[in-house]
């Protein structure tokens, strides 16, 4: 998913210069896949500060690619702020005439907000290209399948690792909005407020194609050696480069690309198979980037994840049944042209959310941008998002 | 007009003698039941309801601007659009689902009215009626009505189904609906007598039969 660029100085309505701290946890932690990860470690940020009664707590749960670093800049001279960075920061009230300085709709005054990176990542928390101290090697092929449910378990033990108690809130999108809606789910006393942000109750047959898809580029890659590809000082970037660009097809709208690239050219037409049209030139810089800097591993136990979470499965396909014990509020938004996750998914959400007489509002934004939408600073979008913020007691 | 002064209700932000309509809708909506309001605006509606009968329950709203007042005046807000049905609501899942000043807004009419008997045990439905004199009047010289509650030029109006009281009841008839109770007012004030003539606004207090 795009990144925000924001070059340049430190801006009142950001959260600033930010630093990683990493949790260790030595107690076991059994997964749903029946496998118990003995101890690890999660990589995580937090902006803004915890009120005395620690109850001004938000966590943003990231989605496939992203990582502990929602917001700010490591240094200066950063060219980019984190992933989420429109998103939060101090509300200083600060006159300008300049959208980019305005207010962000998550108050960092008023919320303290933790940016974690998932199990299984590779940014910092335990994962397959993390060390495994029983052998001194990455885990690589052994690190296990981790799920939706292993990863909200997990994030329980930094918030008691970190004396919180309970949420004021939980947002996330696409696969973020499904650990936050397991979260209420697994913790119904331990959230307020959930924020689920174009996702779905489960993924689609045609998502779990997508996926798929992204697999086999990966696992059919000569470099990927069954997972062992650290051994051997070389990493799949030919299968991580086409599963990131098929993602950022589904990512997009056919409008916002029609819109943005159209038919253009990068020169003239040159009757061969080098890059030729803007579109083109744009997959494989993303590809490149990507396959650059992302963990293949990872990437694949990022998407099972996203197939695997079926919170209604247990109960029969009843999603309404599986929320019953759900106590937290919503607010549940989906995004016109987003057909990864489209606005029909989120509707199956706020139905059950209906059936059991839970608090939730709903609004269908209107947006050009497909999935990307959900990062996108869209007015409309983060009013509704300020309002809703605005309004939470803590 | 209707009491609405019990349970200690804080009714200073509404104006009651233009908003007759809601005193009889809560008239007709018992203390702290679930209520459904379909094109709920801003959520005026509701927040009135909640204040002094305690309901709970959900707004819908299509419009963007309409919503977000919603959502920040505490309104749980759904956006959605009536025209597609009430498939995210269950069978009988609300004591009441209100449809205010919209059915003449509607295209497919008959079946938001079946929806909402589908979905609430009963149903308010309330319109402007077209047989009100004034209407009569600029017709029978020569032009289409243009009013306070029909404010529309012809060529610009969301309104597509307009009716009479006459019709919605020959309507509910041959849907085999049970009118539970009929008011009619105009400006503010109940009119009983020749109400089709008389009446500007038409509210029905319905249920399937």
Redesign the interface.
Known sequence: MTKNNSAGAIKPNSVGLVASQTAYFDAPLLLKSGEILSQFHLVYETYGTLNADKSNAVIICHALSGNHHVAGKYTEIDKNAGWWDNLIGPNNRTESNNPLDTDKPLDTNKFFVIGLNNLGGCHGSSGPSSVDAATGKPFGANFPIVTVEDWVNSQARLLDYLGIKTLAAVIGGSLGGMQALQWTIAYPERVKHALVIASAPNLTAQNIAFNEVARQAIMTDPEFYAGDYYAHNTVPKRGLRIARMLGHITYLSDDAMGEKFGRKLKDTLKYGFDVEFEMESYLRYQGDKFAGEFDANTYLRMTRALDYYDPALEYGGDLSAALKNVKAQFLVLSFTSDWRFSPARSREIVKALLDTELTVSYAEVTAAHGHDAFLMPDAHYHAILRAYLQKIEI | MVNITKNNVNITNFDLKYRQDFAIIAGWISFGS?VLDLGCGDGTLLQFLRSSLET?G?GVEKD?AN??A???N?T?????DLEAGLS???NQ?FDTVILSQTLQAMHNTEEIVQEMLRVGREIIVTFPNFGYWRNRMQITNGSMPVSKTLPYQWYDTPNVHLCTINDFDQFCKNHKITVIERKVITEGQEVSFMPNLLGNLAMYRLKAS
């Open positions: 679930k709970k959900y963007d919503w977000l919603c959502l920040k505490g749980n807000v759904i956006q959605m995210g609501f269950e899942s």
